[in-house]
């Protein structure tokens, strides 16, 4: 064993001679550093054959569902063409085994790769070198799939420099690569920015869970991008999920979650129940929602002054001004109306003067239908006046400079200055609290839409915890309301409950309803249990 090791590192030292002798040739013949132009198998090529490798894996551009297909099954009559097909398939059989990058295009562009296959096939250091340079050249790329490809704790941590480049990439299918340093976690960070990660098979233990649960969320940071993880088929038990639900508690980004076939049972059940339903805030987390609340008041009210200037910039004239406005309006309005009322008294007075020359008895009869047209017009000219004075207090100018706004006009401005401002995402800690029996509960994590626990250890008990908190989640979510809802698919097939359970029947009726997909049959079920 000593022989062979000693042979691997002279073999290593040989490699690491020979790039650095091929990277002085280049020096001397001036030869530029590469630049991708984002067609992957022709950069894949070239910085390969850069680096110095003797056998370069091929890129192959994965068909369609239903390409391929139809020669194989089609019957031939010819013998000779059998003969032919069959030893095409055995060599396609071969040539699954063989390294290679497969990878599926958006369409015809060969600048559109969108997916990324590696599997069966350990990369090394180098090869990771070169990945490093080609992925950021996709702008389409959107998901990297790795499975069974022999990562390191090393080579892991040249993997997650490579995210940070690729803004893109969201989905990230890391399978069949354990890893001794537990390191997964560092992949649930803003710096990955990825919204999908899928990590089966990867022997997680309760330790690796305990980190996990760390990085969806503490006391201090959670993570905000994160929308679905699955770690089906690893190792973890109660312990581990307890540590996953306390992940939960204050993260507000994560809508599905995979732990299927894992070893989880009531003890692990509950907790994760918990969390889903009102729960009371720790003793720290009490300290750390009083500490985050004084520090929003002190911001508000250091706000309010700039908020209050800004009001005042948006109104171009004071209260004062306005009013004095008004004022001056009415004024007027009553100066001329009082001159329309002189120009009828005269009128008038020149009709009876006509009437009393043209008429030579009859006073009384002449003064009374003189008399009476007074006052009928008097009070059409009361009317006229009121009628010309309520359209000038009534009737405001429009509202632009000098104009009075009312409070209503005040609170619209308001509203529409803090519109405009980014929004925040509210800590789960301010979120409204309930006050009883001298605790705080806070409402339950209501983002988490799907959770995954088939084939786990969950009896009856854990099953009532379930069933309490969806029919918590149930009686407080209002008809038609907007926001978080809660679960709205539970999957708790396949664990140690009998098969006649009324919980479980129970649990089934509430989430059929909830539900917005069609009716699941058993099969589907199962095969969602370890799907991504």
């Known amino acids: 064993m000593g022989k062979k090791g000693e042979r691997g590192a002279k073999d290593k030292n040989a490699a690491l001679e020979e790039e650095a002798r091929n990277a002085a040739r280049r020096a001397e013949h001036g030869e530029e550093e590469y630049q991708c132009t984002g067609i992957l198998e022709q950069d894949f090529i070239e910085l390969c054959t850069r680096a110095g490798f003797q056998e370069i894996p091929k890129v192959i551009v994965r068909p369609h569902a239903h ?196 070893r989880i049972g009531d003890e692990g059940a509950l907790k994760i129940a918990e969390i889903l339903a009102p729960f009371a805030l720790t003793h720290v987390e009490v300290v750390e929602r009083r500490r985050l609340l004084l520090e929003k008041e002190t911001l508000e009210r250091s706000r309010l002054p700039q908020r209050h200037m800004e009001l005042k910039s948006e109104r171009p004239s004071s209260h004062a001004s306005n009013t004095a406005i008004d004022k001056l309006i009415v004024k007027t309005t009553k100066a001329t109306n009082k001159k329309k009322d002189k120009e009828l008294a005269k009128k008038e007075k020149e009709k009876e003067e006509k009437e009393k020359g043209q008429v030579s008895g009859g006073a009384v009869l002449v003064a009374s239908t003189t008399s009476q047209p007074k006052k009928e017009d008097t009070k059409d000219a009361k009317q006229a006046k009121k009628g010309t004075e309520r359209p000038a207090a009534e009737q405001k100018p429009p509202r632009g400079k000098g104009t009075k706004s009312s409070n209503k006009d005040k609170r619209a401005q308001a509203v529409e200055i803090e519109v405009v401002e980014p929004t925040e995402i509210v800590n789960p800690l301010l979120e409204q609290a309930e006050h009883r029996d001298g605790k705080v509960f806070l409402p339950g994590n209501r983002v988490l839409i799907y959770l995954n626990l088939i084939r786990n250890r969950i009896t009856e008990i854990g099953l009532k915890g379930f069933l309490a908190a969806v029919e918590q989640q149930t009686c407080r979510v209002a008809p038609g309301s907007k926001g978080p809802t809660g679960l709205l698919r539970l999957s708790l097939g396949k664990n140690n409950y009998p098969a006649d359970s009324k919980t479980y029947a129970r649990i089934q009726e509430l989430m059929m309803a909830r539900d917005p997909l069609p009716k699941v049959t058993k099969a589907m079920e199962e095969e969602a249990a370890v799907a991504f």
């Open 67 to 262: 390409a391929g297909t139809a020669a194989i099954e089609e019957p031939d009559p010819q013998s000779e063409k059998e003969v032919t097909n069959t030893l095409a398939q055995i060599q396609s059989k071969y040539n699954y085994f063989r390294p290679s990058v497969q990878v599926e295009l958006e369409h015809e562009d060969p600048k559109s790769t969108r997916e990324i296959f590696i599997q069966s096939w350990k990369i090394e250091e180098k090869m990771l070198t070169v990945l490093a340079k080609c992925l950021p050249a996709l702008s389409h790329l959107q998901t990297l799939r790795l499975w069974k490809v022999g990562l390191t704790d090393l080579t892991f941590s040249l993997l997650l420099a490579i995210f940070p480049t690729c803004p893109t990439l969201k989905t990230l299918v890391l399978e069949g690569n354990p890893l001794p340093e537990r390191s997964f976690y560092k992949l649930i960070s803003e710096e990955t920015n990825l919204a999908h990660l899928s990590l089966r098979n990867n022997d997680i233990d309760d330790e690796g869970a305990y980190l996990i649960g760390q990085a969806l969320s503490s006391i201090k940071s959670s993570n905000k991008t994160l929308a679905s993880i699955n770690l089906s088929c690893n190792h973890i038990t109660d312990v581990g999920a307890a540590h996953i639900a306390n992940g939960l508690r204050l993260n507000r980004s994560l809508l599905s979650l995979s732990l299927a076939h894992n």
